[in-house]
């Protein structure tokens, strides 16, 4: 039962989580009812339990002096059957349709909109179930044409999307950034730690640069960007 409660508590975790958009419920469903099916494989022997905590409990049952096999079978099939209704819960839960319609308001994220390899068929099909699932009083070309505004609206605001920036980071921002944690770490116990050059590296950064607070993180990403020499298109 432990092992089962870890899945469905990180299952309640993902589902509440604030960075969970609507359109990736249905993968973290299937993915974690796959999980309860793979711990727990319907008809399938006690021997053949894998979980931590089943076969920690089967061990310490099977060494008492006077082991009841029936009971451990019994015992072990009850756990399986509970599975099967929980993932039949799940399945009430989340139908297919619903899944479906989450998974086409994926056609209205700017994220999604952005990352499209063909941007003229990308959410056409997407758009029309959605006005099917909303009963709504509008014909399809109509949708297209609408939807195809959108789009470039979309494209027009995200021109200067701020994520395309990480992929155009210097080759040695890895660097960069252990620069700053050894910064960090000379102003606490952990500077014993540190090699005698990062130490007079970082003394001398200390005092003939600004300190780590007032560094303008965005300005200084803007003016690189502006004379990058690497990019990826």
């Not at 209205?108 to 909109?113: G, Q, R, T």
């Not at 210097?170 to 620069?179: F, G, K, N, S």
Request: hydrophobic share 40%.
């Amino acid at each position: 039962m432990n092992d089962i409660l870890a899945i469905l508590n990180n299952l309640s975790k993902a589902l509440q989580a604030a960075d969970l958009h609507i359109v990736m419920v249905d993968k973290v469903v299937a993915m974690h009812v796959a999980l309860l099916r793979i711990s727990f494989p319907a008809h399938s022997a006690r021997s053949s339990a894998s979980t931590m905590s089943a076969c920690a409990m089967l061990r310490k049952l099977e060494q008492k002096d006077s082991i009841d096999h029936e009971s451990l079978d019994s015992a072990y099939q009850a756990c399986l059957d509970y599975v099967e209704r929980l993932v039949d819960g799940l399945g009430e839960r989340f139908p297919g349709e619903t899944q479906e319609a989450g998974k086409s308001l994926s056609a209205l994220y700017p994220f999604c909109i952005t990352k499209a390899e063909i941007l003229s068929s990308f959410g056409n099909d997407a758009v029309i179930h959605l006005a099917k699932v909303y009963d709504l009083p509008v014909e399809a070309n109509d949708i297209h044409l609408e939807y195809g505004l959108y789009k470039q609206s979309i494209l027009a605001s995200y021109a200067h999307y701020d994520a395309k920036d990480f992929f155009k980071l210097a080759l040695v921002d890895v660097d960069c950034e252990r620069a700053f944690s050894f910064q960090n770490n000379i102003k606490t116990n952990n500077r014993s730690r540190l090699s005698t050059a990062h130490l007079n590296d970082l003394l001398v950064c200390a005092q003939d640069g600004p300190p780590l607070e007032c560094f303008d993180t965005k300005d200084n990403m803007m003016r690189w960007l502006s004379a990058k020499k690497r990019r990826f298109n």
